[in-house]
């Protein structure tokens, strides 16, 4: 018993002394991490297990059976699951708690497949698939014949992996904007651009998708557009894409790519295209086009064309290879920008030979290979808020490709005062001559060259420069007479100076007239004044009341004149000399021929002017007027007037000029002009230049012009057909062919609007030749829709005197819905070519796949 008790004692103490052991080891412990804490909790904290799912998932379906031994969910018939911001709605969904994985299925038809899809929403966003299964706690999904839309299209594909919120994979995805695929009013899209993996990259305010190899297909139909990877933004902001071209085929240079590049926006206010022209035959063309816009402030662009065209085979004879440049700059100023200083560019400077020689096939589908001319212009002006002053800086640059020479001015700086009046009217009203005197002068400082493209900015260029300062003074007043004329009055007065004058002399050596330029400081003042009387008379002759023709008008201004201007060729004055022509004769000329700042007046003026304008009008019965007449004009101009000089020593009267404006139909456009000799010209008898006689009386034709002109339309022909043929014909077509409408025997209907503009001019220039020169040319364009969405437009001009076709062109395009296809061919002239291009309309697509030139002004491009 003693032995109990000491064996219980012992087993109490080796408890108490490993207590106390282990309360020693934990003090230290605790005073080593500087943390003492003697105090009794007041309560313990239980830490729960975190839940799986971080919200409830609710279900909902018209039958809903649970597997609780499988924990699995089955949900059949307008069944619907709900969690968190995803909303799932299918024929068939399966829920498996254990893995946390929701599978979702479209409603089967008979054979077993999905004819209505399974739809799931997310942040308002709806997907559709045939066969879903998502992930609940990562929120990943798979899904099969997954229909997604973005921005304006659908990409469909056959299996999508979705990794997150934001990423999206897909294979054999087809992308389209076929409105009506995306409607589902067609199953299949007229087009689609298909790519073997795709990945969808969703953002806050824009998505992309990024494919691999691309191919279009058209109506099912593979096309040979691949490209090796694809960028499509789905942002309402502008985004780089690449530029579709176009293809075809030129006669002179072979086949070739027009228009394939790259547009990349640069900032807020830039955007650049770089696009590119090859020919198989060896020819390029290069266009960088840059865009600028602030908004309020001003817009432009530069673009240029630097290219080499290459025609025959090298080493034989036609062969030949030529450079080509243009460089263009168009700027605009705001007019809210700045209303006293304005800044604004039109620069178009080419190549002598460039629009016979560029591969841009632009210019030639635009008639621009026909320009004789090309103009360039800077201007500055500036204006004042207290000042009547306005100041104009300008420089120029005219190029002649007939005489390969260029005219440049630079700079040329004009000050111009504000129209003012010398007195102040006593009543308030301006009464009398001297009330209504004004006068308008300015200055002029003007500095100009003739060169040649080679000569540009060289020391050639700048010893032929002309300097010139001019000054005018135009003084002028006007009264009324007797209540029915109008008498007026005007002076001019010109101040000029220039750094040039002008020496002529016979070279017999070259038998031709020699023009020499001298550096010499020199100018003239000359003067001139006219009046003038004028009225107006009417005539009115009146018909019967029943007649279709109620009246005609006639309006007639007539008009007489002096003109008074010295003899400015008088030797006192010393701007004219003279010089010995190859015959011996004395032939004057004015040291200031061939200068910018004109030539002071040869001969005295005593003239007398003699102008009848004329308007007849005529008025008829109309039943579609609702006052029951209509003005018809029969002559809207019919125009002449001549002069004579009673100081001339010979031929006193002037040309005699007719002119004239009508419209005969009201569409008929027709503007002619006749000007008559009236003295009479001998021809000796082998020679085709005639003299000059002074017997009046015997008028000849000098000149002659005709230009006429005639739209026609089917509105001119018929009532516009639409809503006959709603009214008619019951039947409407229906996808594809709304535009159309059916008869009884299944014959569609539908509207043929074309157009047809001919185009006609003649002239005649006779002057002193025997036969002189005649050019007549007859032009068509017109368009023509041969269906609602086949569209024919084409231009002809015929020249009769050669009887050649002088321009033609011909082309094609048809409205495919979603994208247009467009053929343009020119079979004759000096360029053979035809151009086919197939473009997509959508807005998204015109910025990744363009096809357009892209204008700041689209709502889609905001500054």
């Known amino acids: 018993m003693v032995t109990t008790g000491f064996k219980n004692i012992l087993q109490i103490l080796i408890i108490l002394i490993f207590n106390n052991f282990l309360a020693q080891q934990g003090a230290q412990n605790l005073a080593g991490n500087k943390i003492v804490n003697d105090t009794i909790p007041k309560s313990d904290t239980i830490v729960l297990k975190k839940e799986q799912l971080e919200s409830v998932v609710n279900t909902k379906a018209d039958n809903i059976r649970n597997d609780i031994p499988k924990k699995m969910t089955y ?19 399966s829920i498996d708690w254990d893995k ?34 998502y992930n609940i706690k990562s929120g990943q999904a798979i899904a099969f014949n997954a229909r997604t839309e973005e921005s304006e299209g659908v990409i469909v594909a056959e299996k999508t992996k979705k990794y997150n919120d934001s990423v999206f994979f897909m294979r054999r995805g087809k992308y389209t904007t076929d409105e009506y695929f995306i409607k589902k009013k067609d199953t299949v899209a007229d087009y689609y651009l298909l790519a073997p993996n795709i990945k969808l990259i969703k953002g806050k305010d824009k998505s992309q998708v ?16 691949v490209l090796p990877f694809a960028i499509l933004p789905f942002s309402d902001k502008r985004s780089a894409g690449i530029l579709i071209p176009s293809f075809g085929e030129r006669e002179d240079v072979g086949f070739f790519l027009n228009s394939l590049g790259y547009y990349q926006p640069i900032g807020e206010h830039f955007d650049l295209k770089i696009l590119a022209d090859i020919y198989t035959k060896g020819s390029w063309n290069l266009r960088p086009e840059m865009n600028y816009k602030k908004n309020y402030k001003f817009s432009g662009n530069f673009s240029a064309d630097i290219g080499t ?27 809210k920008a ?24 632009n210019y030639a589908f635009n008639q621009n290979n026909l320009n004789a001319q090309q103009n360039s212009s800077l201007s500055i002006v500036k204006r004042f808020l ?63 060259v003739q060169t040649t493209e080679d000569e540009l900015f060289k020391k050639e260029m700048w010893d032929k420069m002309q300097t010139g300062l001019r000054n005018n003074i135009a003084i002028g007043t006007n009264t009324t007479l007797a209540k029915y004329f109008t008498f007026s009055l005007s002076a001019n007065i010109d101040n000029a100076l220039t750094t040039k004058t002008l020496t002529k002399f016979y070279n017999p050596i070259e038998n031709k007239v020699e023009d020499v330029f001298n550096k010499k400081i020199a100018g003239y003042s000359s003067f001139s004044t006219s009046a003038s009387l004028q009225t107006v008379l009417y005539g009115m002759l009146n018909f019967k009341k029943d007649s279709p023709i109620q009246a005609i008008r006639h309006m007639m201004t007539p008009q007489i004149g002096f003109n008074y201007s010295p003899d400015f060729s008088a030797p006192e004055f010393g701007y004219y000399k003279n010089y010995f022509n190859d015959r011996g004769e004395m032939t004057p000329y004015s040291i200031f021929d061939g200068g910018i700042i004109g030539t002071p007046n040869s001969g005295l003026v005593q ?12 008025k008829v019965k109309s039943k579609n007027d609702s006052i029951g007449t209509k003005k018809i004009k029969i002559f809207e101009a019919l125009n002449f007037n001549t002069n004579y000089n009673f100081a001339a020593e010979k031929y006193k009267w002037s040309m005699f000029t007719f002119n004239g404006q009508t419209t005969i139909f009201e569409k008929l456009n ?76 299944n014959y569609s209907r539908f509207q043929q609007p074309w157009t047809l503009n001919v185009n006609a001019q003649y002239s005649y220039t006779k002057s002193l030749t025997r036969f002189g020169t005649q050019m007549a040319s007859v032009g068509l364009d017109a368009t023509i829709k041969l269906s609602p969405y086949w569209n024919v437009n084409g231009n002809l001009y015929y020249d009769v005197i050669t009887k050649e076709i002088a321009n033609t062109r011909l082309g094609f395009s048809r409205d495919q819905r979603s994208f247009t296809i467009n053929f343009n061919w020119i079979p004759y002239g000096q360029y053979k070519v035809y151009d086919f291009f197939i473009g997509i309309k959508a807005n998204i697509l015109r910025d990744a796949l363009k096809y357009k030139d892209r204008s700041f002004t689209q709502p889609n491009a905001p500054f």
């Open 75 to 93: 949900l059949n018939k307008k069944a619907q699951v709900t969690y968190q911001d995803m909303i799932i709605d299918a024929d068939y969904i």
């Open 100 to 133: 946390s994985l929701i599978f979702a299925r479209g409603e089967l038809d008979s054979l077993g497949r999905v004819k209505v899809p399974a739809v799931a929403t997310q942040a308002g966003k709806k997907y559709e698939y045939d066969e879903f299964t």
């Open 210 to 225: 990024i494919t691999g190899p691309i191919q279009l297909y058209i109506e099912n139909v593979p096309t040979p557009l």
């Open 309 to 335: 065209t290459v025609r025959g085979i090298k080493g034989l004879s036609d062969y030949s290879k030529t450079g080509t440049y243009r460089i263009a700059w168009r700027h605009q100023q705001d007019t």
């Open 338 to 361: 700045n209303p006293f200083l304005n800044f604004s560019a039109s620069v178009d400077v080419v190549s002598n030979k460039f629009y016979n020689n560029t591969v841009n096939n």
């Open 386 to 448: 207290t000042l009547p002053v306005t100041i104009t800086g300008t420089s120029s640059y005219s190029q002649n490709f007939s005489t390969g020479l260029a005219d440049l001015k630079l700079p040329v700086l004009n000050v111009a005062i504000n129209q003012f009046y010398l007195f102040t009217p006593k009543t308030g009203i301006r009464q009398g001559l001297l009330e209504n005197i004004t006068i308008n002068t300015g200055l002029n400082f003007n500095n100009f």
């Open 607 to 618: 003239a007398l002017s003699i102008a009848i304008n004329n308007n007849i009008e005529m």
């Open 670 to 745: 027709l503007n002619t002009s006749l000007v008559l000799e009236p003295y009479k010209i001998l021809f000796v008898p082998g020679d085709d230049v005639g003299i000059r006689t002074e017997e009046f009386g015997n008028f000849s034709i000098q000149g002659f012009n005709a230009q006429l002109s005639y739209p026609l339309s089917s509105e001119l022909f018929g009532k516009k057909e639409k809503v006959e043929l709603a009214k008619k014909y019951n039947t409407k077509g229906e996808i594809r062919n709304e535009n159309y409408y059916f008869d009884e025997d």
